[in-house]
């Protein structure tokens, strides 16, 4: 019945893309958390009234952010191609997606675990400098743990723009199903193929956005 309604679809090679975008989206998370939550800490720390407070390496790391922030995903793919065939020695298949989906994102988060840090109550930061602690255990024990679940509610935020920048970069050659829907559904005008793809491609996001609810959820103690 599946091959009557969708004859274009060759299911072998769909499941394959399916699990490139889920490879894709998962490393690049992981990339995008660590370097995302250093973006904001530094952001938060070298800003007015805190621990690193330092006008000019916040205005360097906001601008950086910025930058990378505005600059429209495919065109920063391009834009880091000798990058990315120095650091994978490709440009095609997933991994050469990695650096772009990670310096894509990265900025973003960064920006998101800052608002988050900005949120944590000013007294228990207080509390903690009175009795001594160091700046690591201002950081590790106040800051990042007071914050935790809006920093798994910005990953969540995160991980579905990523989904959707694979399929950018699939169109690319970055392989995943935004690589099978072009090449396999638009170019050959099969309206199946396209269908499938997005279904599945929409089915991620809502496993992604369910997981990071029922996290945050659950660390959220209000």
Do not use: H
Not at 4 to 18: E, R, S
Not at 60 to 74: E, G, L, M, Y
Not at 161 to 187: E, H, K, N, P, S
């Amino acid at each position: 019945m599946l091959n009557t309604l969708f004859p274009n679809v060759k299911w072998f090679d769909l499941v394959i893309a399916t699990g490139e975008t889920f490879y894709m989206t998962l490393i690049a998370l992981v990339g995008t958390l660590i370097l995302g939550i250093a973006l904001g800490l530094l952001l938060y720390l070298t800003s007015k009234g805190n621990v690193w407070q330092n006008k000019g390496l916040n205005f360097i790391v906001a601008t950086v952010v910025n930058v990378f922030r505005a600059i429209p995903f495919v065109i920063l793919i391009l834009l880091l191609f000798p990058f990315t065939d120095f650091l994978i020695g490709t440009l095609r298949g997933p991994n050469a997606a990695l650096p772009a989906l990670i310096i894509g994102s990265a900025p973003f988060y960064g920006r998101l675990v800052e608002i988050a840090l900005r949120e944590v109550d000013k007294g228990v930061i207080e509390a903690a400098k009175a009795m001594g602690a160091k700046t690591s255990t201002i950081i590790f024990k106040v800051l990042l743990k007071e914050s935790t679940p809006a920093l798994v509610s910005g990953l969540t935020v995160t991980a579905i723009a990523l989904i959707g920048y694979t399929a950018v970069a699939g169109i690319i050659g970055a392989g995943g199903l935004g690589d099978y829907a072009y090449y396999y559904g638009f170019q050959r005008q099969a309206s199946d193929v396209l269908f499938m793809c997005t279904v599945l491609i929409v089915i991620i996001v809502f496993v992604f956005q369910i997981i990071g609810d029922t996290i945050t959820n659950k660390l959220d103690k209000r």
